[in-house]
Nanobody, 127 residues
Framework: QVQLVESGGGLVQPGGSLRLSCAAS????????VAWFRQAPGKEREFVGA?????????HYADSVKGRFTISRDNAKNTVTLQMNSLNPEDTALYYC???????????????????WGQGIQVTVSS
């Protein structure tokens, strides 16, 4: 089974950028649909974006991050990255990457659709 490890989180000022990485081991990331979720204090975990496995290879984003966040996949490094620009305090959350090989499109934006999860990494946007 695949293991996922997030990196790149931290503290950034409003308007700044941050790049998160999700490194996969025990599986080839191109064979998985990989998503990013986030959970702010006191709130439910929410979908941020996803890239479907090769063959479908489409990108999906939550409306709240569309145009600011970009997901990319590096097959050579077996990683998926989340480039976050124009960050604001509402983006403060614990960010998770998740993966699944056989997720159906209707489940793409739901937690229940993903079998494998990273441990999460904190992103704080504050001046």
């Amino acid at each position: 089974q695949v293991q996922l490890v997030e990196s790149g989180g931290g503290l950034v000022q409003p308007g700044g950028s941050l790049r998160l990485s999700c490194a996969a081991s025990g599986g080839t990331v191109s064979q998985y649909t990989v998503a990013w979720f986030r959970q702010a204090p006191g709130k439910e975990r929410e979908f941020v974006g996803a890239v479907r496995r090769l063959g479908a290879n489409t990108y999906h984003y939550a409306d709240s991050v569309k145009g600011r966040f970009t997901i990319s996949r590096d097959n050579a490094k077996n990683t998926v990255t989340l480039q976050m620009n124009s960050l604001n305090p509402e983006d403060t959350a614990l960010y998770y990457c998740a993966a699944d090989q056989s997720i159906i499109l209707s489940m793409l934006r739901t937690e229940a659709g993903y079998k494998y999860w990273g441990q999460g990494i904190q992103v704080t946007v504050s001046s």
